[in-house]
């Protein structure tokens, strides 16, 4: 038996049904792993261990009697701690909800529960998913297990640290400007943003109400689409929620990429005056890879990144500030100084400015869905246009851009995946994004795993010891 860390979510699968080894085992390997290295991590902010190993026993028992809930039964995962879970604390990493226990499960937690999943805790988060790193929350942030001095990206950053460092299988996270595919980029995991309504947010600590996203991080492509396959399905009770069929997402990804054909948005790293140049080499030796494949890949010009993200930035700022006025209001000094200036923006945004981002939004995706999928396959873009910074160098400024290429695909609602496509000198990952028409998650998944199957990028792992990540090799 591989070391259990290593195993695929289908692997463990497969090991617990041919009975080589157990859910019980899984699960106490992942709950070793985070008592090893949380205190260095950070990832986990609450660990749910004896409800975890009570749900593993229960999977066991079920699986050796013959009931077999699917694929992620006996899974372990981990939910983001905006994430609603019946008697577990709910917090947003805040100080103004230091013990908020939900009575209910969020929609997608449940799914996952009733097929059978593990959860072994909640993982820490930007506070209410916006803001920046800070000391000044309910839990410290969590750490990139690359290289724990560098950031692990935001807002699911303890869902891409505990993936990344073998904590947990899966880990859930939202995406509202790319708060699943920028942790999933900085930790080097897979990062999956579903179709905008393919997964229900219910029982999830909103953000902006037309640009959230709910979605698993994973080590692996196939990981992600099992993951995603279990919580994804309409939810009457959400008013974004899509009624639309779900395709198979695991059954293309033998497929490969042969007689594709491929979009690269070629403009978007020019236009970045930071752009690393080890990004760009990253990217373009990706594209080769896919080329040699089978796949045609053609350079083409969106609009400016910058647009986008005006457009995005707006709509995230007035809908965020009309969910925490009162609160801003009433007790600001609650809020760490990176969320509350973020959030405080929002009420300098003129009604006419939302109006018209979201008149432009809508354009925009036309256009895009237009030119881009009337001619092509999928697209790929650079995910970040850095790789993570450094605790020590971020930002005062809580607008400040943080190199993240991932806003477009909250406009547009788009599928969209990061995966990671090499690392710097330094040892820190680096990702590209997979996009796809609207609920085309499948050719997402086609052309990661077409990408990854290509690659040897899978076989490497964080150097972590129990005192936490080492320098990078």
Known sequence: MSDIKELSIAELGKAYRDRSLSPVEATRDALDRISELNGSLKAFNTVTAELALDRAKKAETELMSGTDLGPMHGIPFGAKDIYDTAGILTSCQSKLRPDVIPEANAHSVQKLLDGGAVLLGKCATIEFATGG????????????????????????????????????????????????????????TVGIKPTYGRVSRRGVFPLSFTMDHCGPLSWSVEDSAIALQAMAGFDPLDPASADMPLSDYSAGLKDGAKGLKIAYVANWLDEDEHTSPEVRAALEEALDTLRAEGATVENVTLPSHELFHACGRMIILSECYAIHEKDLMERPELYGRPTRERLMAGAFVRGSDYVEALRMRREMTMQFNAEMFGKYDAVIAPCTSLPAGRFDAQPNDPLALSGYMTVP????????????????????????????????????????????????WRSRRPPLTAEGALAAE
């Not at 000044?136 to 297990?145: G, K, V």
Request: hydrophobic residues 35%.
């Open 409 to 456: 695909f909250n406009v547009t609602g788009s599928p969209a995946m990061s995966v990671c496509c090499g690392f710097t000198t330094e040892g820190l990952p680096i990702s590209l994004q997979v996009v796809g028409k609207p609920f085309d998650e499948a050719m997402v998944f086609r052309v990661g795993a077409a990408y990854e199957q290509a690659s040897d």
């Open 133 to 188: 790193p800070s000391d000044e929350t309910l839990f410290p942030p969590a750490r990139n297990p690359w290289n724990v001095e560098h950031v692990p990206g935001g807002s699911s950053s303890g869902s891409g640290a505990a993936v990344a460092a073998g904590m947990t299988r899966m880990a859930l996270g939202s995406d509202t400007g790319g708060s699943i595919r920028g942790p999933a980029a900085y930790c080097g």
